[in-house]
């Protein structure tokens, strides 16, 4: 099964010139831990709820700090191309529960640990991925 027909497509994104807030607020009302940005339709990075959480409470910045001060941009993603199984061991492997996929150049589509999971060919898949991505952490000290 190719991983376009898992993934959700049309997903929201921010721009670097958005404000921690403005990106706090759209992952509250979508409902998502997880917004991509992208600089004219070409994904630079992302930025989730945590790192909003450490990176923003935790060092004081405000809700007007630009989001470009504290995105990930080393980010793994996926291709329209690659199938169901591709994406889940490239997930497995990066220990990561969202992966972009990109086409053309553009970022087309977002597919989580939940929409594997719902795909009955990939049950098997995600189930693995989870196994592997949630191996517990040990404290640092």
């Known amino acids: 099964?190719?991983?376009?027909?898992?993934m959700t497509s049309n997903v929201e994104s921010c721009n670097l010139k958005s404000s921690c807030g403005e990106v706090a607020n759209k992952m509250k009302s979508l409902d998502v831990g997880v917004i991509p940005?992208?600089?004219d339709g070409k994904l630079i990075g992302l930025i989730t709820?945590?790192?909003?959480?450490v990176n923003r409470l935790a060092n004081n910045f405000n809700a007007n700090t630009q989001i470009s001060e504290m995105?990930?941009?080393?980010?793994i993603i996926?291709?329209?191309h690659m199938s169901v199984e591709q994406a889940a061991d490239i997930m497995s492997q990066h220990q990561i529960r969202r992966l972009p996929i990109v086409g053309d150049g553009k970022l087309i589509g977002m597919v989580s640990?939940?929409?594997l999971?719902?795909?009955n060919a990939s049950n098997k898949e995600a189930g693995k991925a989870l196994e592997d991505i949630s191996v517990p952490a040990?404290?640092?000290k």
Not at 1 to 6: H, L, P, R, S, Y
Not at 49 to 53: A, E, F, P, S
Not at 71 to 75: F, G, K, Q
């Open 1 to 6: 099964m190719n991983i376009t027909e898992v």
């Open 37 to 39: 940005i992208c600089e």
């Open 49 to 53: 709820d945590r790192d909003l959480v």
């Open 71 to 75: 995105i990930t941009t080393d980010v």
């Open 78 to 80: 996926g291709t329209k």
């Open 113 to 115: 640990l939940g929409d």
């Open 117 to 119: 999971a719902v795909s």
């Open 138 to 140: 040990e404290p640092t």
